[in-house]
């Protein structure tokens, strides 16, 4: 999780790349309707999304599995989930959307390791909240800065994690800083990460 522009989705394909060269298998399923979750790892311009082709096709219920998941590199399968036509709609629900459909087609499948949701962060609603909401991630991660609005983002998302936290059982694994060369980001962030309870992961230079 994480806002707009910070640096989500880069940081997500880079870690999840090197758990595949270690040999895991991967999956990562982009929740914003920028769709760019997924680009670097499937080398090309942003994948279709479900929700783009549950347009296409008049239903969610007329897709094929394999039009909404593809294979990049290491075989690491990705899914988007796009979003609805600006001014129509709520992207929270093409979250929901899509995940119901992709869980329904057996995309995870016995064999993965690793699911990554890369979740806009900037409103927590209802359907961005679902992978914390549902119990369908663990842990949550938040890549956040030294600016105001990247920590006011990452401190709304720890308000929601709390929210759900006993009753999905998730948790927030810690802050990952990516760095905007702010004045004291360093220790901005190491004071964030105290008032929410939770570590800095990792500083990005």
Do not use: W
């Amino acid at each position: 999780y994480g806002k707009g522009g910070i640096g989500k989705s880069t940081t997500t394909q880079n870690l999840v790349a090197a758990l595949a060269e270690a040999g895991h298998e991967c999956m990562i399923i982009g929740c914003d309707p920028k769709a760019d979750s997924t680009r670097l790892i499937l080398n090309r311009k942003a994948q279709n999304t479900v929700m783009d082709m549950a347009r296409e096709k008049g239903t969610v219920e007329d897709l094929e599995l394999d039009e909404v998941l593809l294979h990049g590199f290491k075989n690491i399968k990705c899914a988007e989930s796009g979003g609805p036509e600006p001014g129509v709609g709520c992207a929270g629900r093409g979250v929901i959307t899509a995940i119901n459909f992709l869980e329904e087609n057996g995309a995870y499948g016995e064999d993965t390791d690793f699911v990554f949701y890369d979740v806009l962060g900037d409103v927590v609603c209802g359907g961005f909240a679902m992978p914390i909401r549902e119990g369908k991630a663990k842990e949550i991660y938040i890549v956040t800065s030294g600016e105001m609005m990247a920590m006011y983002a990452a401190n709304n998302i720890s308000r929601g994690i709390l929210k759900y936290a006993q009753s999905g059982g998730v948790r927030l694994g810690g802050l990952i800083c990516n760095s905007r060369k702010t004045d004291k980001e360093f220790e901005l962030i190491s004071v964030l990460a105290g008032k929410l309870g939770t570590q800095l992961i990792h500083f990005v230079p």
